[in-house]
């Protein structure tokens, strides 16, 4: 590739990141329904056929925040693991690393599991994505095998989004939220213990 076509790709990749950081600040400040394409325009002083150019629209670009936020969990859930003295401390570190992550990023949340992307879930899902649940897995891999694994990663994930849904909506004791913490991994342990070896 030419130089010229480099700085292009590079010029490319910039804008569209500035669209993407945009998207999120406005979205964090003001909520998803204020993002808009026009919005977005004015703010980053671009033309909203140039947003066109890199985001079919909104749907596009939550996909691309969302992608982003799988990654940023991700590497939570990779230190909480990289912090555990061993595979049931990994356990703890990892559930309460997924609820602060939620709770510091709402809006980002939001993006990743509640609002509509374009992005595809299961085997064909972005490898930030598949990043995120193989932590979740790697906490069950030791303990259990094929079918299992798999089940028991969807009810952990489940359980952690639960708990991260009901507390954001006001329906959860916040004065509880370290009990209820205690208790899913005690179930989690608890769980693993009496499965069939792996």
């Known amino acids: ?9 590079r010029e490319r990749a910039e804008r569209r990141a500035r669209i993407v950081a945009a998207a999120r600040e406005l979205a964090e400040t003001q909520g998803w329904e204020a993002v808009t394409v026009r919005k977005l325009a004015d703010r980053i002083e671009y ?3 140039v947003l066109y150019g890199h ?6 670009i939550v996909g691309a925040v969302a992608e982003e936020g799988f990654a940023e969990l991700a590497e939570a859930l990779r230190a909480a693991h990289a912090a555990a003295d061993g595979p049931e401390r ?9 609820l602060d992550f939620a709770e510091a990023n709402p809006a980002l949340y939001d993006a990743m599991f509640s609002l509509a992307t374009d992005l595809p879930f299961g085997p064909d899902a972005p490898p930030s994505l598949r990043a995120g649940w ?7 891999r030791p303990y259990v095998g094929e079918p299992d694994l798999g089940a028991r990663t969807e009810v952990a994930w489940g359980a952690l989004h639960g708990l991260v849904t009901l507390a954001r909506s006001g329906r959860l004791m916040p004065e509880l939220r370290e009990r209820r ?18």
């Open 90 to 98: 990994a356990f703890a570190l990892l559930a309460r690393a997924y």
């Open 55 to 60: 985001f079919a629209g909104k749907t596009a």
């Open 1 to 9: 590739m030419s130089a010229t076509g480099t700085r292009k790709e």
């Open 134 to 140: 193989n932590e979740i897995e790697r906490l069950f």
């Open 47 to 49: 033309s909203q056929p």
């Open 181 to 198: 913490l205690e208790i899913l991994v005690a179930q989690w342990l608890a769980g693993v213990r009496t499965a069939p070896p792996a």
